[in-house]
């Protein structure tokens, strides 16, 4: 009989079932064809687009996948995700891996019941069925129902703890010193820093505590189930099943589309898309005054677009490889555990203890059965999580990519694209580094000297090749010249927020230095907290200012009306919006008067203020002359005769750079008062 059915299942073709293999070779042909043609289609454009005008042309496109990379990448962010074996994150693996190890176990129980109750229906026996069907089972759901829900649980659990620890990681160094800044102005490899520190670390987060159980459960199963299972269809078959999958998983990985970099552009596009809708955000009353909505529209609209387009050449992608995958892992892989699991039912060669004995017990073979099953359920589990891999190395990339980034400027390099004059030439990738530095800062109180200081951009342009001059406490200094020859640059070296290339800054720490520019910053938090800032209440306490001392403060900018207005000190507001643009000034000047800087650096800070500038006051002239030439030297009579330095001309931006000495403050308040009788005062 044996012999028999052996020769029933090899599977004899009939004409009809030749022509349905037919068909399935030419459907096959037809979608890896398409697959091809995609490709194809991805190479033309990647090389048409390193030479469009996209500033990011010439970046090497680093490949993202499932490679040595991705490795490196991973080993470097699991410590950040698990500091420590005595963590909550180990807990939590331990937990998930006990919970995971509680589904086998059920789901092996649950096969051996099916097997049970199957048989207690083909032999008639209501008993046995109802003992199993509503006691056994009634008892049992409460496990599986909680381990279930536990799974869950556990898996969110994790996912929140790695976000938790990555976001701090990534919040304390994008934000330590001026990081932030130096991120956004000197480097140019990352852009849209807020969608990577919010959206990405979040979704890295969500697929690595996925993975772990996505992986980890189907190998508990395997294990669990080969065992066992070899023992019933021979130690061989569960072999041949996992070498099965091996083996159509190299092919899924060599057939599959780079999943994993278009995963990266999509976050990519996302954090456009996303900027676009900040931008709006942020100059919504200037956009409102040009009546520049559908403009806008076109814009946003424009960057959705893409993202579309991407998703949907993703979807067709998915939607392919999807039907290779389910057909070569899931129906495949069912054909062949059907085919192991028959054997031995059908061979007597291949007879084992369980199966394939004449007298066997159909309820074994019935849990054998579904055990095969569940068998290639996880390996083919296994596969299909190799293949959300992919999509991961996507996350992982970009994540990783930020925190190589934040930790590159943290030690002083910084790597910029410099866009190539000649449109048809590659960008290239400039790298600086501490070593390229050439300069030097010297802290010492009381004066600022500049000694031979190159005043260069982060785009590598010259705009002074060597600057020298001195300035000491009390010595007012006006600096003067055409737009854009560099006098904003010039505080962006003496802040040290751009690199130092040559010659020696000697300068007060930077805490004595303060600068206050033409559009104040406006904390979120209370109205104390804007005079304060950066300090906190508890820090302006201990330095004696409570809101007696502040009001004053307020009433020398001739801002004390403010605060009956508003509410009092501790309203929160949006204070961008609430305050005028010459209000956001004043309170700027009262903030200035608090720190008691050694130094002042007002850039147009008043230029919304109801009062012009008196170049009296200054003694000093620092002017450049746009050309890379410049000269210090003091005011004479004959200066303020000159047009451009009218006190009404505005055409040429001009700064201050102060001594303020106490008196200062008691100076500017004669000068307000001045003001409403009509003449000039000191700051502009
Ligand atoms: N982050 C940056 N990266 C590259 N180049 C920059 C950057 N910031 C400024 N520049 C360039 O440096 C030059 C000098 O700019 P800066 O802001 O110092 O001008 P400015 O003299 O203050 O002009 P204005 O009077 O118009 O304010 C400009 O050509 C500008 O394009």
Not at 12 to 33: A, E, M, N, Q, W
Not at 356 to 379: F, P, V
Not at 512 to 530: E, N
Request: aromatic residues 10%; charged residues 25%; glycine residues 6%.
């Amino acid at each position: 009989m044996g012999q028999n059915l052996t020769r029933d299942i090899s599977f004899p073709l009939s004409s009809k079932k030749r022509s349905l293999l037919f068909v399935f070779i030419i459907v096959v042909g037809y979608l890896v064809k398409q697959y091809v043609a995609e490709e194809k289609r991805r190479k033309a454009a990647q090389k048409a687009s390193s030479v469009s005008s996209d500033p990011e042309r010439g970046r090497r496109t680093k490949k993202i996948g499932v490679d040595a990379r991705f490795f490196a990448q991973v080993r470097k962010l699991l410590p950040i995700c698990i500091p420590g074996f005595a963590s909550k994150e180990t807990v939590l693996l331990i937990s998930l891996a006990m919970v995971l190890i509680a589904r086998t176990w059920l789901d092996i129980w649950f096969s051996g019941f099916n097997g049970h109750v199957v048989k207690a229906i083909v032999s008639r026996d209501r008993k046995t069925f109802i003992a199993l069907a509503v006691v056994e089972f009634g008892f049992m759901m409460w496990p599986m129902s909680i381990v279930n829900n536990s799974l869950k649980l556990t898996i969110s659990a994790l996912s929140l703890a790695f976000r938790s620890r990555l976001t701090r990681h990534a919040n304390k160094n994008y934000l330590k010193d001026i990081v932030f800044y130096k991120i956004s102005n000197l480097d140019n490899r990352i852009q849209n820093a807020d969608q990577l520190l919010t959206q990405d670390i979040d979704k890295f987060a969500e697929n690595l505590s996925h993975l772990y159980s996505d992986f980890a459960k189907p190998l508990v199963d395997m294990v669990l189930f080969a065992y066992k299972l070899g023992e019933a269809i021979g130690r061989e078959a569960p072999i041949y099943m996992i070498a099965y999958f091996v083996g159509s998983g190299i092919l899924l990985r060599a057939l599959s589309p780079p999943f994993g970099k278009y995963t990266a552009i999509e976050q990519k596009l996302e954090g456009d898309f996303r900027f676009t809708h900040s931008r709006i955000i942020a100059h919504s009353e200037e956009i409102a005054f040009y009546g520049g909505g559908e403009r806008e529209q076109i814009v946003v609209d424009g960057s959705f677009d893409k993202i579309v387009r991407h998703i949907k050449k993703i979807y067709r992608l998915r939607f392919i490889n999807g039907i290779i995958d389910s057909v070569l892992v899931k129906y495949c892989a069912t054909m062949t555990a059907y085919y192991l699991l028959a054997r031995p039912v059908f061979d007597p060669r291949y007879a084992t203890e369980f199966m394939g004995k004449l007298d066997a017990d159909s309820t074994k073979i019935m849990e054998d059965y579904s055990r095969n099953l569940n068998l290639s359920q996880a390996i083919g589990r296994l596969i299909l999580a190799g293949r959300d891999l992919t999509r991961f190395a996507g996350y992982t990339a970009r994540v990783a990519e930020l925190f190589d980034v934040l930790e590159d400027v943290n030690n002083g390099r910084y790597e910029r694209t410099i866009v190539n004059k000649d449109a048809n030439e590659a960008n290239t990738s400039k790298v600086v580094s501490q070593n390229d530095l050439g300069g030097k800062i010297v802290a010492r109180d009381g004066v600022i000297i500049f000694e031979k200081v190159p005043i260069v951009t982060p785009s590598q342009d010259v705009l002074v090749k060597e600057l020298s001059f001195k300035v000491e406490t009390g010595m007012n200094c006006l600096i003067f010249g055409p737009n854009g020859c560099g006098k904003s640059s010039l505080f962006r070296i003496l802040g040290e927020l751009w690199p130092l290339f040559g010659g020696t800054v000697t300068k007060p720490s930077a805490s004595k230095l303060f600068y206050v520019p033409q559009k104040p910053y406006l904390a979120l938090g209370t109205f104390r907290d804007q005079v304060i800032y950066p300090d906190t209440k508890t820090m302006a306490r201990s330095k004696g200012f409570d809101d007696s001392k502040l009001m004053e403060l307020l009433d020398v900018v001739q801002l004390s009306n403010l605060i009956a207005r508003e509410g009092g000190w501790d309203v929160i507001r949006d204070w961008a919006d609430v305050l005028s643009g010459g209000e956001k000034q004043r309170v700027a000047m009262a903030r200035l008067f608090y720190h008691r800087p050694q130094f002042a650096i007002l850039d147009e800070c008043t230029s919304a203020v109801s009062v012009d500038v008196e170049v009296k006051y200054h003694e000093w002239l620092l002017r450049f002359d746009g050309e890379g030439g410049y000269e210090f030297r003091r005011i004479n009579e004959d200066d303020l005769a000159t047009p451009l330095l009218h006190p009404h001309n505005k055409m040429g931006k001009k700064k201050f750079a102060i001594g303020q000495d106490d008196d200062d403050m008691g100076e500017y308040a004669d000068n307000e008062k001045n003001s409403s009788s009509g003449s000039n005062i000191s700051y502009e």
